[in-house]
């Protein structure tokens, strides 16, 4: 992992990131989400609030605080639907009235495999506002304006099926799919690694001039991080098959292996990442499913 930039801003406090752009930081820190969630501020008249964040009386109250004289907020849009992304929308609209934007409801944007998986009963390990509907649903491609901004909607799923990045002015806001200070969770069903790599490559053809992520500082170089980001995929990939050497295996016993340096209150999470490795892998024909698919099975190499 590339070093991570110093980053421990005071939560509350709108700091300004350049002309017409300011990052306020969530009071939610955790081992998933380091110092708390970043919050974005875009324009200077008609303000798009990006990711307001959890619920949190709070960082409400920062975010109203923010506004200057002659602003208002004319667009809440969540990047996905995860705990402390998306709650706060709703809040936020009781108060100012904009309408809320993103890509579909909690459990938009999945797919085939993972409707299938979440069919016959398997769940995710990460907070989910299941609640979460837009009032206005954004596809690919569409460009959302403000006065003074234009915001277009990337449909990056992956960490999540209805995750979106949103392209402005040559930088992009990134959310958790690329983040400022580790690689991202995928955790089925609303984690697909086939689709988070497949995103991963659709914003690495394009060129950019720095990320602004949903956890952690600016990304300066976009393109370093993305290739760091695919490699460090493709070398779990590698350490999952090779844990497999030895026999068949379930998904703890394989984290437990490849993530023998990460702190024990990550390990659930390493868990799900490598059950997402398993299902991607499985559906390559790489390796075989003993039984049904769960987050309890036991997986064994396909035959050389």
């Known amino acids: 992992m590339p070093v991570p930039e110093p980053f421990d801003p005071p939560p509350g406090q709108a700091q300004?990131?350049?002309?017409?752009?300011r990052r306020i930081l969530a009071p939610?820190?955790?081992p998933m989400t380091w110092r708390g969630t970043n919050t974005y501020l875009l324009g200077e008249s008609d303000l798009a609030v990006i990711d307001p964040g959890p619920r949190s009386k709070a960082h409400l109250e920062a975010i109203l605080a923010a506004l200057r004289p002659g602003q208002r907020i004319s667009h809440i849009i969540v990047s996905h639907a995860h705990l402390d992304h998306a709650p706060l929308a709703r809040d936020l609209k009781a108060v100012c009235g904009a309408p809320v934007y993103g890509f579909g409801p909690a459990q938009a944007g999945r797919s085939e495999v993972m409707q299938s998986l979440a069919r016959a009963?398997?769940?995710?390990?990460?907070?989910v506002d299941t609640g979460f509907s837009p009032d206005q649903p954004v596809a690919d491609g569409k460009v959302l304006h403000g006065s003074g901004w234009a915001l277009e909607v990337i449909h990056t799923p992956g960490h999540m099926g209805n995750?979106?990045?949103?392209?402005?002015?040559?930088s992009c806001f990134t959310a958790d799919h690329v983040m400022g200070w580790a690689s991202s969770l995928v955790s089925p069903p609303d984690g697909d690694l086939t689709d988070f790599m497949v995103s991963c490559q659709r914003l690495?053809?394009?060129?950019?001039?720095?990320f602004y992520p949903g956890h952690g500082a600016v990304i300066e170089d976009p393109a370093e991080r993305l290739d760091w980001l695919i490699s460090h995929r493709l070398d779990r990939e590698a350490a999952v098959l090779a844990a497999l050497v030895a026999g068949p295996a379930r998904a703890?016993?394989?984290?437990?292996?490849?993530?023998?340096?990460?702190?024990?209150?990550?390990?659930?999470?390493?868990t799900r990442n490598v059950l997402a490795h398993l299902i991607d892998l499985e559906q390559r024909n790489e390796v075989w499913v003993q039984g049904a698919l769960h987050a309890d099975s036991r997986f064994e190499r396909a035959s050389q």
Request: glycine share 16%; aromatic share 6%; hydrophobic share 35%.
């Open 16 to 21: 300004t990131l350049g002309p017409g752009l």
């Open 28 to 30: 939610n820190p955790s």
């Open 121 to 127: 009963g398997l769940t995710g390990g990460e907070g």
């Open 163 to 170: 995750h979106i990045c949103l392209g402005w002015e040559g």
């Open 204 to 210: 690495r053809r394009r060129s950019w001039h720095r």
């Open 252 to 270: 703890a016993e394989i984290a437990r292996l490849v993530y023998h340096d990460t702190p024990a209150a990550l390990i659930p999470a390493a």
